[in-house]
C-alpha cells in the first residue's frame, strides 16, 4: 500500500540532484561572466575597486531567489547559497580579467 497523498512526487534523487544543481551553477557562471565583461568594457581600468558595486544586485538576486533554489540542491541552503555565489563570482572575474587582458 502507498503512503504517500495524492497529488505528492517522489523525492529526487541524487543524480537528478546533481545535474540541476550543476546546471543551476553553470548558469550562475554564465550570468556573472556577463555581468563582468559588461564591468570590463564600461568602467575606466583604474577603478578596479568599483568592480564590487556591479556584484551587489547579483548578490541580492542570489538572496531574493535562494528559497527556490534549494530544492536544486536537495534542500540545503549553505550548499546552494556557496555554489552560486562561488560561481558568480569566477565567472564575474573571469571575464573581467579575459576582457581587460587578453
Known amino acids: 500500500m502507498d503512503n504517500q497523498p495524492p497529488g505528492s512526487r517522489e523525492p529526487p534523487t541524487d543524480a537528478s ?3 540541476r544543481s550543476g546546471a543551476a551553477t ?3 557562471a554564465a550570468l556573472g561572466a556577463v ?3 559588461i564591468a570590463a568594457a564600461k ?5 578596479f575597486a568599483w568592480t564590487g558595486l556591479f556584484m551587489v544586485p547579483l548578490f541580492a538576486l542570489l538572496e531574493v531567489s535562494l528559497k527556490h533554489l534549494v530544492s536544486l540542491f ?5 550548499a546552494a547559497r556557496f555554489a552560486l555565489a562561488g560561481a558568480l563570482v569566477a565567472g ?3 571575464a573581467w580579467f579575459g576582457v581587460r587582458y587578453l
Not at 43 to 47: A, G, I, Q, R, Y
Open 35 to 37: 555581468a563582468g565583461a
Open 43 to 47: 568602467l575606466p581600468s583604474h577603478k
Open 26 to 28: 553553470v548558469v550562475a
Open 17 to 19: 540532484v546533481n545535474w
Open 74 to 78: 536537495g534542500g540545503d541552503q549553505n
Open 92 to 94: 564575474f572575474y573571469g
